[in-house]
């Protein structure tokens, strides 16, 4: 059972239902019951906390919100995960409050597909947290690789950490020292990366802070929105290249389909005690059933245990847990 959020979505809670009905998982939706009439299984949740709330207050001053129950959910056994397409700063503090951290784990990041063709990179942090150490960089990479296998299937994931240069002193102090962590490790480790490495399909995951890597993400995201816009239009611009697209109308849509981010279907918060999914707030029934559907994969395949014990192997867990984190992005 997932537990799926229907507030905060920008095409409304409908939306987010039909999602979850279609993905063929057993979902328990969290939403105005008024606007969900047809839809089983649905708990009467009409509280939001938007973009424009303190998440942390929030979520601890609203715990009749849709997400907060969604989360308490988890914690409380009645669910395996939990999806939202709203809020990510009040996804996270909800995680935060009713999850909780791993036990050694300094802060969680918010784990993201980007829809590279043949090869899908992840990307983390990606707005949970602005700040930035070196041993928050070396636990990334060993959270974003467990989970890469473990619901992806791909063995040995390949991992970069993203900087200004290849060489191992290129990038800030905490860069510097992450690489030389990261290189006496068991993970496939490329070292450091550049941004034009992201798309580069070499790699499996790309290791930064929460500030640089929402950044990435908003530009890779929007450069093949606009790729994909330029092409179409260069297509309909004249009979001859009009005819030059239907000879390639198949490869197209498959093009296209590859750079849909419905089709990699959200992020995950790594680093709780808990599965918890973000999709994009814009997400089509689509997108939101892939969230729900990886959501169940990631529960069925144990990614939480999973990547406890590759921090635990590593040796990269802390000895005691960090302070209470600080809730970096409203996205």
């Given at each position: 059972m997932i537990a799926l959020d229907a507030n905060g979505a920008d095409?409304?809670?409908?939306?987010?239902?039909?999602?979850?009905?279609?993905?063929?998982?057993?979902?328990?939706?969290?939403?105005?019951?008024?606007?969900?009439?047809?839809?089983?299984?649905?708990?009467?949740?009409?509280?939001?906390?938007?973009?424009?709330?303190?998440?942390?207050?929030?979520?601890?001053?609203?715990?009749?919100?849709?997400?907060?129950q969604a989360a308490r959910a988890v914690h409380d056994g009645r669910a395996g995960g939990f999806v939202t397409a709203g809020s990510t700063g009040a996804a996270l503090a909800a995680g935060l409050l009713h999850l909780k951290r791993m036990r050694g784990v300094h802060r969680?990041?918010?784990?993201?597909?980007?829809?590279?063709?043949?090869?899908?990179?992840?990307?983390?942090?990606?707005?949970?947290?602005?700040?930035?150490?070196?041993?928050?960089?070396?636990?990334?990479?060993?959270?974003?690789?467990?989970?890469?296998?473990?619901?992806?299937?791909?063995?040995?994931?390949?991992?970069?950490?993203?900087?200004?240069?290849?060489?191992?002193?290129?990038?800030t102090d905490e860069v510097v020292e992450a690489n030389r962590l990261l290189a006496g490790g068991p993970l496939s480790f490329a070292g450091n990366v550049e941004g034009d490495d992201i798309a580069g399909g070499e790699l499996d995951v790309v290791v930064t802070d929460g500030f640089t890597g929402n950044v990435a993400l908003k530009a890779v995201e929007g450069t093949a929105n606009t790729v994909m816009r330029a092409v179409r239009d260069?297509?309909?611009?004249?009979?001859?290249?009009?005819?030059?697209?239907?000879?390639?109308?198949?490869?197209?849509?498959?093009?296209?389909?590859?750079l849909n981010q419905d089709a990699v279907g959200a992020?995950?918060?790594?680093?709780?005690?808990?599965?918890?999914?973000?999709?994009?707030?814009?997400?089509?029934?689509?997108?939101?059933?892939?969230?729900?559907?990886?959501?169940?994969?990631?529960?069925?395949?144990?990614?939480?245990?999973?990547?406890?014990a590759a921090l635990r192997e590593s040796g990269s867990l802390a000895a005691a847990s960090a302070p209470a984190v600080s809730v970096g992005t409203r996205s």
């Open positions: 095409r409304g809670p409908r939306n987010v239902a039909e999602g979850g009905r279609r993905s063929g998982v057993a979902v328990t939706i969290f939403g105005p019951v008024a606007e969900l009439e047809g839809y089983p299984n649905v708990v009467d949740a009409p509280v939001a906390i938007t973009n424009d709330d303190d998440p942390a207050r929030a979520v601890r001053n609203n715990p009749d919100a849709s997400i907060v969680p990041a918010v784990a993201v597909r980007i829809p590279v063709p043949g090869r899908p990179v992840l990307m983390l942090d990606c707005g949970a947290s602005v700040d930035r150490r070196a041993e928050w960089l070396v636990q990334f990479a060993y959270m974003g690789a467990a989970y890469m296998e473990a619901v992806h299937g791909v063995a040995r994931p390949r991992v970069g950490l993203l900087s200004v240069g290849e060489e191992a002193k290129k990038g260069a297509v309909r611009s004249g009979a001859v290249s009009t005819l030059g697209g239907l000879l390639i109308r198949g490869k197209a849509q498959r093009l296209r389909a590859e992020g995950i918060l790594l680093g709780l005690r808990g599965v918890a999914f973000i999709t994009h707030g814009n997400a089509t029934p689509a997108g939101v059933a892939t969230a729900v559907q990886l959501a169940h994969r990631a529960v069925e395949e144990g990614v939480v245990e999973r990547t406890e």
